[in-house]
């Protein structure tokens, strides 16, 4: 595909969402939903790069990245570092802030190029999730709320498919009428993602996942968090990762 002019993981990317839409019908307003669902998490957040008001409307009219993805379906730039600290159960206890325990963990990969895929819309994260699901002995339905690496919105929809959040091809209904939303079903991206808060790969997910099942996150704060789940990509959405947290 390089051959070919395709670089950047954004139309690669874009690609795959045409095909989601051909595919489901999924539609362009519905990843606009996502886009203004974690802006909204982002305003309740003070570290939060992207913190103004957005709609709908402001999603639809904003230029196209690689169509259909419109500037804001796409992660923001940010310079920045995080850390964290894994340590045994044990000396965990010790420590000055309560510990957040790993309950599972997987990981899935598919091939980069997406026609070459026997599946082009598989990511890897159904492999991941499955493993995950498996080690930390848990359903789905028993997490509270998720951390969803989100170069962009399509991301979103496809990893709530994969990981089991919805059936195959109900991505884009799933993540409307306030379902992913703080008080809904599944709040997805609490801190705004990388669509809003800070594009930190790798790291933009586990802080807030870890904040909230500590109770740290003020009025962005998902009542009664238990069991949280984080996820990372990269590529064409072809490499996953799958990590379960609790309190």
Not at 128 to 140: D, L, N, R, T, Y
Not at 158 to 179: A, I, P, Y
């Amino acid at each position: 595909m390089m051959a070919y002019g395709l670089f950047g993981a954004m139309p690669g990317i874009a690609l795959l969402a045409h095909r989601h839409m051909i595919q489901h019908g999924t539609t362009s307003e519905q990843l606009g939903e996502v886009a203004v669902t974690v802006r909204k998490h982002a305003m309740l957040n003070p570290k939060a790069q992207m913190r103004a008001p957005m709609t709908i409307e402001d999603h639809q009219n904003s230029r196209y990245v690689a169509w259909p993805l419109h500037l804001l379906d796409c992660a923001i730039l940010s310079d920045g570092a995080r850390a964290c600290v894994v340590t045994s159960a044990d000396r965990a206890k010790d420590m000055p802030h309560p510990p957040v325990y790993i309950m599972g963990f997987g990981q899935g990969h598919v091939g980069m190029d997406p026609v070459m895929r026997e599946d082009p819309l598989s990511t890897g994260a159904e492999r991941s999730g499955k493993g995950a699901f498996k080690m930390a002995g848990i359903k789905p339905k028993d997490v509270d709320f998720v951390g969803l690496y989100d170069a962009t919105t399509y991301n979103i929809i496809t990893q709530l498919e994969e990981l089991g959040f919805c059936k195959r091809g109900e991505g884009g209904s799933f993540v409307q009428n306030g379902r992913i939303g703080l008080g809904g079903e599944l709040p997805v991206n609490t801190s705004g993602g990388m669509l809003s808060e800070v594009y930190l790969q790798g790291w933009t997910g586990i802080p807030e996942v870890v904040s909230q099942l500590r109770g740290n996150c003020g009025e962005r704060q998902v009542k009664d968090a238990e069991i949280g789940l984080v996820t990372n990509q990269g590529g064409f959405i072809c490499f996953h990762s799958t990590l379960i947290l609790r309190r």
